[in-house]
């Protein structure tokens, strides 16, 4: 798993067109904004499909420790393919950030921006990148 995260006064996002025919359905149409939030983009590695339990659990374990330091309210999970050349599978992919989501979701404010489209995005960074 390769991470960005970035702490942000808000993030837009729309998901314009299906990457592939397996693309998440059921998603929100249109213009979607977040504020005051930590957007960790990520992208799910070949690696994490040896043990998926153990890469959600290190996930949410960055993801806290990051938090840790910051006072954002809201995450954005955000499935970002361009941060690894050996990517794991969309299946595992998209299993991975599910399960962190449902995890995450039990202490925090948690989106996650949909899988398997090409988007574009709006982004302040608040204080230092
Ligand atoms: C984008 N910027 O990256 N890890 C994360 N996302 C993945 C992966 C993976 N291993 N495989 C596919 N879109 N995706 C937009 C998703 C992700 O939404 C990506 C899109 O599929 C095209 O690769």
Avoid at 112 to 121: D, L, N, S, T, V
Wanted: a neutral charge.
């Amino acid at each position: 798993m390769k991470i960005l995260t970035i702490h942000s006064d808000f993030l837009e996002f729309e998901a314009k067109k299906k990457a592939f025919k397996k693309a998440e359905e059921g998603i929100k149409e249109g213009l979607q904004r977040m504020e005051e939030c930590l957007v960790v983009f990520t992208a799910v590695e070949k690696v994490d499909e040896n043990n998926v339990d153990l890469a959600v659990d290190r996930y949410i374990e960055e993801i806290e420790k990051v938090l840790g330091n910051l006072n954002a309210k809201n995450i954005v999970l955000y499935p970002y393919a361009h941060l690894s050349s050996e990517l794991a599978s969309p299946e595992i992919a998209v299993k991975i950030l599910k399960k962190a989501e449902k995890e995450l979701k039990k202490f925090f404010s948690v989106t996650r921006a949909p899988f398997g489209y090409y988007k574009e995005f709006e982004l302040k960074v608040k204080g230092h990148p």
